[in-house]
């Protein structure tokens, strides 16, 4: 099995910046694609990030410009960099992982608890 723990969440004023963190442990060999989808209150979860062990990256057009997901190997971690964050970026998120490749109706195995990030007006 692969355990997903997020970390760096909290509380921010709009226009401020956070980065979420993920470190993947267990059966992680084989791992390549890992991303961050996101849950509001009443919403459906939302695709936001992924990237491939190629580095290729892939986002939601609502955080292309403002978020950046980049990951160390070494380190087995993969991270969001929340840029110039919006109350509507206000949500729950889930860091996910995959031995797959992202691509469409991406569906990954492993998933994190979840770190809440509000964002206050």
């Known amino acids: 099995q692969v355990q997903l723990v997020e970390s760096g969440g909290g509380l921010v004023q709009v226009g401020g910046s956070l980065r979420l963190s993920c470190e993947a442990s267990?059966?992680?060999?084989?791992?390549?694609?890992m991303g961050w989808y996101r849950q509001a209150p009443g919403s459906q979860r939302e695709w936001v990030a992924a990237?491939?062990?190629?580095?290729?990256?892939y986002y939601v057009d609502s955080v292309k410009g403002r978020f950046t997901i980049s990951r160390d190997n070494v380190k087995s971690v993969v991270y969001l960099q929340m840029n110039s964050l919006k109350p509507e970026d206000t949500a729950v998120y889930y860091c996910?992982?995959?031995?797959?490749?992202?691509?469409?109706?991406?569906?990954?195995?492993?998933w994190g608890q979840g770190t809440q990030v509000t964002v206050s007006s």
């Open positions: 996910a992982a995959d031995r797959a490749r992202y691509g469409t109706d991406w569906s990954p195995p492993f």
């Open positions: 267990g059966l992680i060999f084989g791992i390549n694609a």
């Open positions: 990237i491939n062990n190629g580095d290729s990256t």
